[in-house]
């Protein structure tokens, strides 16, 4: 009898368990109500997903959507003031794999400041970063929702290219700055773009993700298609004396120059719009 009582008394203890103890990875995954974001994507995929109000601070470069302009400052990029974001007192902090310095986020770790890396290695990484990123900060379905959109923009891009004719192999020059002449290299998302298209970035064997050529390299390489870009964010880019002294180029007297926003820059809700605009410019004749 009383080990039939012992054996009820431990089912009943362990009924309790199960009702009122949380598994393990639903305890720790707290929705975070004080978010800083150390780039301007992640911020951007911050507002795009609607979760602003819990975003206490940004860097000095995050511009969009002009809201962000109103939220604390905790320094640039690449040196953010670690003093500024822990008086924040953030419960997540989202660092960039290629924006931030490695050794900055050891330093938040060891404030025991809890970090979400964003990382930003390719285009056909990225929609799987934006859902890692939602699930980060509590925003699982709206980020879902954004992933996919930019898997069925590449979807379709892929798709013009292969049925258009002239368009694979396609050499193409991205400009983002004409004084210097600086071009979108290897490890860029623009880089990443060019090729799932089917074309080629005359800038691709580039030691470095955003090369500075002269006019006689340029000219060397004989792009088919150039695309200048939108320039550093708050500067204005002339790219008329370049295209001038480029005019012995088939792609200026043909006219194969077009011209795109700054949506392919970062990493965030706008590279669908991006991908369109990259995607036009590939179609020219």
């Given at each position: 009898?009383?080990?039939?009582?012992?054996?009820?008394?431990?089912?009943?203890?362990?009924?309790?368990?199960?009702?009122?103890?949380?598994?393990?990875?639903?305890?720790?995954?707290?929705?975070?109500?004080?978010?800083?974001?150390?780039?301007?994507?992640?911020?951007?995929?911050?507002?795009?997903?609607?979760?602003?109000?819990?975003?206490?601070?940004?860097?000095?470069?995050?511009?969009?959507?002009?809201?962000?302009?109103?939220?604390?400052?905790?320094?640039?990029?690449?040196?953010?003031?670690?003093?500024?974001?822990?008086?924040?007192?953030?419960?997540?902090?989202?660092?960039?794999?290629?924006?931030?310095?490695?050794?900055?986020?050891?330093?938040?770790?060891?404030?025991?400041?809890?970090?979400?890396?964003?990382?930003?290695?390719?285009?056909?990484?990225?929609?799987?970063?934006?859902?890692?990123?939602?699930?980060?900060i509590g925003a699982e379905t709206r980020t879902a929702?954004?992933?996919?959109?930019?898997?069925?923009?590449?979807?379709?891009?892929?798709?013009?290219?292969?049925?258009?004719?002239?368009?694979?192999?396609?050499?193409?020059?991205?400009?983002?700055?004409?004084?210097?002449?600086?071009?979108?290299?290897?490890?860029?998302?623009?880089?990443?773009?060019?090729?799932?298209?089917?074309?080629?970035?005359?800038?691709?064997?580039?030691?470095?993700?955003?090369?500075?050529?002269?006019?006689?390299?340029?000219?060397?390489?004989?792009?088919?298609?150039?695309?200048?870009?939108?320039?550093?964010?708050?500067?204005?880019?002339?790219?008329?004396?370049?295209?001038?002294?480029?005019?012995?180029?088939?792609?200026?007297?043909?006219?194969?120059?077009?011209?795109?926003?700054?949506?392919?820059?970062?990493?965030?809700?706008?590279?669908?719009?991006?991908?369109?605009?990259?995607?036009?410019?590939?179609?020219?004749?």
């Amino acid at each position: 009898m009383k080990n039939h009582i012992g054996m009820l008394y431990c089912l009943l203890i362990a009924g309790f368990c199960l009702i009122f103890v949380q598994p393990a990875d639903a305890a720790t995954r707290k929705v975070p109500q004080r978010i800083v974001s150390l780039a301007p994507a992640v911020t951007e995929i911050i507002y795009a997903v609607g979760a602003q109000n819990r975003l206490v601070g940004v860097t000095n470069v995050c511009d969009r959507p002009a809201e962000a302009s109103r939220k604390s400052r905790v320094g640039n990029m690449a040196n953010p003031s670690l003093e500024a974001i822990a008086a924040l007192k953030p419960d997540l902090v989202i660092v960039a794999s290629k924006e931030n310095p490695t050794e900055f986020v050891r330093r938040l770790n060891t404030l025991r400041i809890k970090t979400h890396l964003f990382k930003t290695n390719s285009l056909d990484d990225l929609p799987d970063e934006i859902r890692k990123l939602g699930r980060a900060i509590g925003a699982e379905t709206r980020t879902a929702r954004m992933a996919a959109g930019i898997e069925r923009a590449l979807k379709h891009s892929l798709q013009a290219s292969a049925g258009k004719a002239g368009v694979k192999g396609r050499r193409i020059m991205f400009m983002v700055w004409t004084n210097p002449i600086t071009l979108a290299g290897p490890g860029t998302i623009i880089d990443d773009a060019i090729r799932d298209m089917g074309m080629v970035n005359v800038a691709a064997d580039s030691r470095a993700p955003y090369p500075r050529y002269n006019l006689e390299t340029i000219i060397a390489r004989k792009p088919d298609l150039i695309v200048m870009g939108a320039g550093t964010p708050g500067m204005k880019m002339d790219p008329q004396p370049v295209l001038k002294r480029l005019k012995m180029l088939e792609a200026v007297r043909k006219g194969r120059i077009c011209y795109t926003t700054d949506a392919l820059y970062r990493p965030g809700p706008r590279i669908a719009e991006g991908i369109a605009e990259l995607e036009k410019c590939m179609l020219m004749p």
